[in-house]
Every structure is written in structure tokens, then in C-alpha cells.
């Protein structure tokens, strides 16, 4: 007869199930999402929607592209690297929103610009 599955069996498969360090890179960009949102209030739904994409987009890509680029993967086979890999991809996320809202913020002021017009304000040129 085989013994029941126990609690902590059945969380580590749960967790694998999920999709393990990839849960770990979404509970970071769901951390840093509420933390960018809190600190810079959306003005509107619209807005609450592109931040949240964009800070998720930022936290993990860049998250990722970090992990990647100094070659931390072997800190996956620790629960402290864990901890530092998630926040490795929280702090990638907080950026995102404020680079997405100056982006947009821009976009908006130049809606009438030709693309001449833009070239020319990011170059600096009269």
C-alpha cells in the first residue's frame, strides 16, 4: 500500500507545476508592480493598465537579461539565491513604470509634431 503524499510533497510539486523560477520571477514583478504603483499614482485605468504590463515586461526581461548577463543561474539551487534572484527581478521592474509614463508623457506633448519635428527635440537642435 503506498503512503499518502505529504504536505510539503505536494506544495514542491505545486511549485513545479507552476513553473518553479518562473513563479519566483512573477511574484517579484507582481511586487515591484504594486510598489511603482503606490509610489506613482496612475491618473487613469488606461494608465494602471500600461504600468502594470510595463513594469511585469521590465521586472522580468530585465530581471532575466541581469541573471543572464553576470551568470547567476547556479544561485537557483538555493533558497538564499532564490531570495536574490527575486530581488534581482524586483528591482529591474521599478524602473519600468516611470520610463513608460516619460515616455508617454512625451509622446502626448508632441502629438502634433511631425516626425521631422521630434528628430530634431531629441537631438537638441532648433
Known amino acids: 500500500m503506498s503512503e499518502p503524499i505529504s504536505g510539503a510533497a505536494a506544495g514542491a510539486a505545486g ?16 511586487l515591484a508592480s504594486v ?3 503606490c ?6 485605468p488606461r494608465e ?5 504590463i510595463s513594469t ?3 521586472s522580468i526581461g530585465g530581471g532575466a537579461a541581469v541573471i543572464q548577463h553576470y551568470d547567476l543561474q547556479a544561485w537557483a539551487h538555493s533558497p538564499f539565491g532564490l531570495v536574490a534572484m527575486l530581488g534581482l ?4 521592474g521599478l524602473p519600468g513604470w516611470a520610463i513608460v509614463r516619460w515616455l ?10 511631425t516626425l521631422a519635428d521630434v528628430v530634431r527635440d531629441v537631438r537638441g537642435q532648433p
Do not use: H
Open 48 to 52: 494602471w493598465a500600461v504600468g502594470l
Open 89 to 92: 527581478v524586483f528591482a529591474c
Open 39 to 44: 509610489a506613482m499614482t496612475p491618473r487613469s
Open 56 to 58: 511585469i515586461m521590465f
Open 15 to 30: 511549485w513545479k507545476l507552476l513553473g518553479g523560477l518562473a513563479g519566483i520571477g512573477a511574484i517579484g514583478a507582481g
Open 104 to 113: 508617454f508623457n512625451y509622446v502626448e506633448a508632441k502629438r502634433t509634431a
Open 35 to 37: 510598489v511603482v504603483m
